[in-house]
């Protein structure tokens, strides 16, 4: 997975050690790492990782962790 662009969010500015990154591969795969351990990639199916996205822009998770 070296050959992905990795991305991080422009709210992740000066936190380089927190950051969730992002990359899709030529067949546009989403993959997505945690900075501070990079060697470990989830590959989410598209349509499972829209999902998500679409739940965490509607504060769905905002509750969570107390």
């Not at 950051?19 to 990639?41: N, Q």
């Not at 989410?44 to 990782?49: E, H, I, K, N």
């Amino acid at each position: 997975m070296t050959h992905l662009r990795w991305r991080k969010s422009s709210f992740s500015e000066g936190h380089s050690d927190t950051c969730v990154e992002l990359a899709a591969d030529p067949t546009g795969t989403p993959h997505l790492r945690e900075s501070d351990d990079p060697e470990v990639v989830i590959s989410p199916a598209p349509a499972a990782l829209s999902a998500f996205l679409r739940a965490a822009r509607a504060g769905e998770f905002d509750r969570l962790g107390g």
